[in-house]
């Protein structure tokens, strides 16, 4: 078998997205800043995919800056707001210890130049707690930036009743939304942010693309200078087919939201359950007000790691959620957060499913995996210590 249980890593573009990609690629080969008539009908392709995503996402079109994804898109919204802030003396920065490396590291940099930088906890589930948001905020205070959707357990934040709060605070809101656009509904006007991240290869578009939302009157400035692409706040000829395979990627997975969430909650369901049978284990986050493809678990006594080679060779393609491929050994920041200790956390694997993996997929990964664990722990000099009592069992 080969299953790609990956999707909050990336996602394989799906046929409709392939097939605008090529077609533009070919049609449309323009560049959309010349005035000629073939930069003219790739400019005319621009607009329309800035309309068509402005109303799936309900906002106006001139708030949308096509980027090359996630990262960028988070970088410019929370160093624009930073940099405006500070001009008005505003210099703390709000934010969650559970936020992505792109928003992480952004604010570690902006606190290097003299930032203060306050990251809230997170419950047990996983989630933060609005009243610490409020608590947080100050008169000092130039942006609060809270993810829709964590990329590692799941979890949804209440980001509407955050970006209410902000607008009666007067602060800006921003929101990494990469998890969650093209899998759960999300709507500006109702999350009420004044930036918002979406990044296509996470909803079966292309890799290297995404957008950056800026409410109109928001502060932006460019990362990038140059030319006066995307009312000059993002120099760089556009990647028009990535564009336009981005826009039928986003259609399509909102036109097929309900159906995909049913397919998902289902193999969820049944994925959660099997695993949970494995003794001296935990989901990782809240079991309800997650992402409907995210199954997260910690197993005490084994290491992420090996979990994860030995399941390759069955076939299974997983992620541990753990930074240890950047060359740390330093354990998940999201899974320290929600309080597991360094031990449990290492041995955490996270499966996220999409709506063409099947019941038969999610059989065959429970007992791999169930497999996988006993094997593991078997040779674990941990495992044995627990075993036999010179140690506590944590979960
Ligand atoms: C993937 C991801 C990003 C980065 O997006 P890229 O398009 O890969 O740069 C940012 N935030 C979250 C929550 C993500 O899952």
Known sequence: MDIYADHAATTKMCDAALRAYA?????????????????????????????????????????????????????????????????KGKKKLISTAIEHHAVLHTLKKLEREGFEVVLLPVGEDGIVEVSDVEA???????????????NEIGTIQPVAEIGALCKKKGVLFHTDAVQAVGHIPVNIREI???????????FSGPKGVGVLYARRGAPLSPLIEGGAQEHGKRAGTEDLPAIVAMTVALETSIADMDAS??????????????????????????????LPGNTSFCFEGIEGESLLLLLDEKGIEASSGSACTSGSLDPSHVLLAIGRVHDVAHGSLRLTLGPENTEEEVDYLIESVKEVVEYLRNMSPVWRDLKEGRRQYIL
């Open 23 to 87: 077609d533009t690629a070919a049609k449309f080969y323009g560049n959309a800043s010349s005035l000629h008539t073939a930069g003219q009908r790739a400019q005319e392709v621009l607009s329309d995919c800035r309309a068509r995503i402005a109303r799936l996402l309900g906002c106006d079109a001139r708030e949308l800056y096509f980027t090359s994804g996630g990262s960028e898109s988070d970088n410019q919204a929370i160093t624009s707001a930073a940099h405006a802030g500070a001009k």
């Open 136 to 150: 947080a905020i100050d008169e000092n205070t130039a942006l609060v930036s809270v993810m829709f959707a964590n």
């Open 192 to 202: 009420g942010c004044d930036y918002l991240a979406l990044s296509a290869h996470k």
């Open 261 to 290: 969430e049913k397919v998902l909650k289902h193999l969820q369901d049944r994925l959660i359950a099997g695993l949970s049978k494995i003794e001296h284990c935990a989901l990782n986050g809240d079991r309800v007000r997650r």
